[in-house]
């Protein structure tokens, strides 16, 4: 359903907006739309290879990695739509993401 709403929210904005004439605010949903979009995607092929049987995770854990690995391909929109993007910039960001996504992975398997 969110990927439903985020994809009809993408369309609309793509066919009723000029990119030269939209505020700042146009852009910033634009971003969490597609970021919406990631997630549902995301969360679809992960439950698709647990029904398979290929990985046993958990619903809570899916949705975890969904909603950390979904903020890679929109951080790195955001860096290209205002020119800043390159090749050391995607190194660091997959780095960065992975670590923190260990980390916190540790993090929740201790208290838990």
Do not use: H
Not at 4 to 27: D, K, R, S
Not at 44 to 69: E, G, H, P
Not at 71 to 91: H, M, R, W, Y
């Amino acid at each position: 359903m969110i990927g439903f709403i985020a994809t009809v929210g993408i369309g609309v904005l793509f066919v009723a907006t000029n990119p030269e004439n939209v505020p700042a605010v146009v852009f910033i949903v634009l971003f969490l739309l597609l970021y919406a979009l990631f997630y549902a995607a995301l969360g679809l092929v992960i439950l698709v290879l647990r029904r398979l049987d290929i990985i046993s995770w958990t619903t809570r854990r899916i949705r975890r990695t969904a909603l950390a690995v979904a903020c890679v391909p929109v951080f790195l929109l955001i860096l290209q739509s205002i020119g800043q993007l390159a090749i050391k910039d995607v190194v660091l960001t997959v780095g960065l993401f992975v670590l923190l996504y260990l980390y916190f992975n540790r993090t929740f398997i201790r208290s838990t």
